[in-house]
């Protein structure tokens, strides 16, 4: 199943013509209402594409991506096993400046056979490779994970941290090889909606934001040399990302997503 570009790039500019051009602050209520696009209809998957390692592109393997009551839903209630299915929802198009927000929940329990890491464990995979480029059976697409983890009920676990499947970043003046980065962020434990909040300026600046406050910042997204994956992308020497899809992630445990938005920034 081939993603509708076309289709979806006339949609958003049609929706946001109006607003995206005014050079008025993005911080007025009221402009931000007239500005953001709301990227998930609250109906089905419509303008979404799941991807899943052992499946092609387009699968929805065991119904695991589905919309209920007006939420977006990872559930688990058809697999038997978890066997290493990971799956990423993407989104038909391509962004590079933009603001991204949703609201996320875990709920119920993780499937049998899911790795213990993936305890109420989800992601906002953004810069991510154009999907029609993962292989069948490739576990996570190239891209920068913001890392959304549940309370355990006892401990601190932070939310909205960095991983960094096939790519590195700058942080502080100094590239960053580790895979995963924590962030300041309180522990959310049970089932709270949670809202993350993403700051995306292309190759410059990324901030992510949980309930409204700053808990992580980098810049300099780029593609690891190291890493197989990406190093099918690589072109002309150049490792620099400045742009790319944004997915949702499915890693073993119940997750709710909604009021899934974008907001595009002239720059």
């Not at 990872?74 to 198009?93: I, K, P, R």
């Not at 995963?180 to 993350?196: F, R």
């Not at 949980?210 to 490792?239: S, T």
Request: aromatic share 10%.
């Amino acid at each position: 199943m081939k993603l509708q570009k076309r289709h979806y790039l006339a949609v958003l500019m049609t929706t946001a013509v109006a607003g995206l051009f005014c050079g008025c602050a993005i911080g007025q209520d009221e402009e931000e209402k007239e500005k953001w696009i709301s990227l998930f209809n609250g109906k089905d998957l419509k303008g979404w594409t799941p991807k899943f390692a052992g499946s092609k592109l387009g699968e929805n393997y065991k119904n695991t991506f589905r919309v209920e009551d007006g939420v977006l839903k990872v559930s688990y209630d058809q697999y038997e096993q978890f066997n290493s299915e990971f799956g990423h929802l993407f989104y038909a198009l391509p962004f590079s400046h933009y603001i991204f927000r949703a609201e996320y929940r875990f709920t119920g329990e993780q499937v049998k056979g899911g790795p213990g890491w993936a305890f109420r464990n989800s992601g906002v995979m953004i810069h991510c490779q154009d999907p029609n480029t993962i292989t069948k059976d490739q576990s996570f697409p190239v891209c920068i994970e913001v890392q959304l983890l549940g309370g355990d009920g006892k401990n601190d676990r932070t939310t909205g941290n960095l991983c960094t499947p096939g790519t590195n970043v700058v942080m502080n003046d100094k590239l960053i090889t580790d895979h995963c980065i924590t962030s300041k962020s309180k522990t959310y434990h049970g089932d709270q909606w949670v809202k993350i909040e993403i700051e995306v300026h292309g190759n410059g600046i990324i901030r992510h934001k949980i309930n409204g406050q700053i808990v992580m910042e980098y810049q300099k997204p780029q593609l690891d040399e190291r890493d197989a994956d990406a190093k099918k992308l690589i072109q002309d020497g150049k490792l620099m990302v400045s742009e790319g899809y944004i997915s949702l992630q499915a890693e073993s445990h119940p997750v709710e997503f909604r009021k899934v938005e974008i907001l595009p920034l002239e720059e």
